[in-house]
């Protein structure tokens, strides 16, 4: 099976713009939860969708918004990026709320290095 | 809102020395994951515990989960270098509520 996938692997833009990120999730996986990932300060959780609704939501401003295909693919979107938002974004995906008391894994992708100069 | 705490964010042991960290959550947790980041790389699951006073073992690695389940632990015995990476606890606090991280601990390992 192929793995999560997400593109592009890595961007630089400056403060102002916007940026759309992309996750394909596993064969079969309806959840998909985006991270944003700094030194220091661990996996922040942004949001999850299932089944593209989005079930689960952190504590990230209205800039940082997501949506979910029928064929489970995921974006997310950052408007008037900061410097602050340079990190990895990390997208997983499980089958998480459909095997529900299952093994709930998170299988990572290998991120977005955004850069905002 | 919940929050998973990790401390140290740092350890450095000894090649063969035993080590143990700790995650503890402020809340009663549904079930708790740990996780493994190599150096450029990203987050590998490693376990998932959901009982009270659950023990499970993967080879030299023992994780824990707190009757009270609002703690864990992950021990390595004998560490070699290839444990090197950060180790992230993640809790969840009931069916389908998002996971939370922790900050997670660095290990390095002295040849």
């Known amino acids: 099976k192929a793995g999560v996938t997400q593109t592009p692997r890595y961007l630089i833009k400056t403060r102002g713009q916007q940026v759309t990120l992309s996750c394909s999730p596993i064969s079969g996986h309806r959840s998909v939860s985006w991270y944003q990932q700094t030194p220091g300060q661990g996996l922040q959780f942004l949001f999850e969708y299932f089944s593209e609704t989005q079930r689960n939501k952190g504590n990230f401003p209205g800039r940082f918004s997501g949506r979910q295909f029928s064929n489970s693919r995921s974006e997310m979107n950052v408007s008037t990026l900061e410097l602050g938002d340079s990190a990895l974004y990390l997208c997983?995906?499980?089958?998480?709320?459909?095997?529900?008391?299952?093994?709930?894994?998170?299988?990572f992708g290998p991120g977005t290095r955004l850069t905002v100069l | 809102g919940q929050q998973v705490m990790q401390i140290p964010q740092y350890q450095h042991v000894q090649e063969g020395e035993d080590f143990t960290t700790y995650c503890n959550s402020s809340t009663t947790l549904s079930n708790i994951q740990w996780y493994k980041q190599r150096p450029g790389g990203h987050p590998v699951f490693l376990i998932q515990l959901v009982k009270s006073g659950e023990v499970k073992k993967q080879k030299r690695l023992t994780f824990q989960f707190g009757e009270a389940k609002k703690n864990s632990s992950l021990h390595i015995t004998a560490t070699q270098t290839t444990d090197v990476g950060t180790y992230f606890c993640a809790g969840q606090g009931g069916a389908n509520s998002k996971l939370t991280f922790g900050k997670g601990i660095t290990l390095s390992v002295r040849p």
């Open positions: 997983a995906s499980s089958l998480w709320g459909i095997l529900a008391g299952e093994v709930n894994e998170q299988f």
